[in-house]
């Protein structure tokens, strides 16, 4: 067991080691029961592999458990990198505000005005989308447009060409519909702008100033590190490695392929806490750009699916009982990820995983963690009550309709029904799902008989209307308006 003790200018002492680290203001930090803690959960859930970092009062700590691939046994190490999903779309947000930040984009400016080519499948919306809205997914694009454009240097022009076509799940600025088209164009106005290609812009304006040298977008580059498998299996259960490490094309980068180690993603937090500014000095963006990006938007009527309250420039909001966070979800083919911040503690918490029942992890290592450090009362898990409230299902009956999903809500008995159907391009992603509606209130309902993919058991079902009044539904994040 090994302990290093410093002294800082002001003349508190600072331990690192085994034993745990006591900051300058004298909270002490248990290294050993956090690893404990993590040991026991991600066996418990299991999880292969997951890392952890905490940044607290600018120090970052980080903690490794279990293995990178199951057929391997490779021990997961905190040097060791994981797919993070959709939290690349914070860095993709980030290059964005830093654009905006030096004169070289107006955020309330028309798409069209920057890529001429930009449209969708109706014309005269295309003016209305802006990169504001794109930014804060009330463009009303649709998420789900996954496009194979090769591995040149020119997929986000190939994508952006190939997505004109796509309908919109609703009117730009009537409602937040998560969407990964639209970080695709934000991804593609940063290539025009800096005449870059993104994953080099990212590189040069965000990596290297950072000193993020275990963080890549690319899968030959993530071979030169210790990487991570995903797995997939049934709940309860040791999952398996995943048949391929990513099945996304290099189109996907801006929504979705940032490759980190959990400390790398905690140094990226740490920018933004710092004010804009990196811990060498390096300002990345301005303090107004940083609390722009926290100040919300829109609010989310789906509080469960990704535990959002709001949205604002990238970042998703949270509010627990009066303390105001931010952070992103991830997820790849086998890996989940978590971002939470709290400005007010000064505390960053991050956590990558490959596979098994990774959301009951988060959600049981960060009640406790935030708890602790912040004094953060995370939501209990998305349920049904003991008593059913009695629900008039007349008003939500019909047929609701995205890009490349027809919903269709019945009663039967009193009770609620839900057929969620793949059509369109995305007819063969997979059977039609059959699920039951159980009243939370009159307008929230959890879904079953769909697995545990969303919040920590449950599917969350929002019932919700557009500004005009239009009935909407809203399942993970992405808005249905009632067609019928």
């Not at 990238?314 to 971002?339: E, F, K, P």
């Amino acid at each position: 067991m090994s302990r290093n003790v410093n002294w800082d200018e002001q003349g508190n002492w600072e331990a690192r080691g085994e034993w745990g680290t006591r900051n300058s203001a004298g909270q002490r930090l248990d290294l050993a029961h956090w690893q404990s803690r993590l040991d026991d959960l991600r066996a418990k859930h299991h999880v292969p592999a997951a890392s952890l970092a905490i940044l607290i009062d600018g120090d970052i700590h980080e903690l490794a458990s279990g293995i990178l691939h199951r057929g391997t046994g490779v021990e997961a190490t905190t040097d060791s990198v994981f797919q993070m999903g959709s939290i690349a779309k914070i860095y993709t947000a980030t290059l964005i505000m830093r654009l905006a930040g030096a004169g070289q984009l107006d955020l309330d400016a028309p798409v069209v005005d920057i890529l001429p080519e930009f449209t969708v499948a109706d014309p005269e919306s295309a003016r209305a989308i802006t990169p504001r809205r794109l930014l804060s997914h009330t463009s009303g694009l649709t998420c789900d447009f996954t496009y194979d454009s090769g591995r040149g240097d020119d997929c986000l022009a190939k994508y952006v060409e190939a997505a004109k076509g796509v309908a919109l799940d609703c009117p730009p600025g009537e409602a937040l519909s998560y969407s990964s088209i639209g970080y695709n164009v934000l991804g593609r106005i940063i290539e025009v702008l800096t005449g870059k290609v993104w994953d080099e812009a990212l590189k040069d304006l965000l990596l290297a100033p950072l000193g993020l040298d275990h963080t890549v977008t690319l899968p030959e580059e993530a071979l030169r590190f210790r990487t991570a498998m995903g797995h997939l299996g049934e709940p309860g259960q040791d999952p398996d490695p995943a048949p391929s490490w990513d099945l996304m094309p290099r189109s996907a980068g801006p929504y979705g392929r940032v490759v980190a180690t959990a400390g790398d993603l905690a140094r990226f937090a740490r920018m933004h806490l710092a004010g804009g500014v990196g811990q060498d000095g390096t300002r990345i963006l301005s303090e107004e750009a940083v609390a722009r990006m926290q100040r919300q938007v829109v609010d989310s009527p789906d509080k469960w699916s990704v535990s959002a309250d709001g949205w604002g420039l990238g970042w998703t909001l949270y509010d627990w009982n009066g303390v105001r966070g931010y952070g992103h979800d991830g997820a790849s083919i086998g890996q989940y990820g978590y971002l939470r911040v709290v400005p007010s503690a000064g505390l960053a918490v991050t956590l990558l995983t490959n596979g098994g029942g990774a959301r009951e992890l988060y959600a049981a290592l960060y009640r406790e963690l935030l708890a602790e450090l912040a004094g953060v009362r995370m939501p209990d898990a998305f349920a049904p009550p003991t008593d059913f409230p009695v629900v008039d299902f007349a008003p939500l009956v019909g047929t609701y309709r995205r890009e490349g999903v027809v919903i269709t809500v019945t009663e039967r008995d009193g009770t609620g029904h839900m057929v969620y159907e793949f059509v369109d391009g995305m007819k063969d992603f997979s059977e039609p799902l059959e699920i039951e509606l159980i009243p939370v209130t009159e307008t929230v309902f959890a879904g079953t008989g769909v697995g545990a993919a969303f919040s920590e058991g449950h599917m969350p079902v929002i019932f919700s209307a557009l500004r005009d009044g239009t009935g909407c539904v809203y399942i993970g994040m992405r808005c249905g308006p009632k067609a019928a």
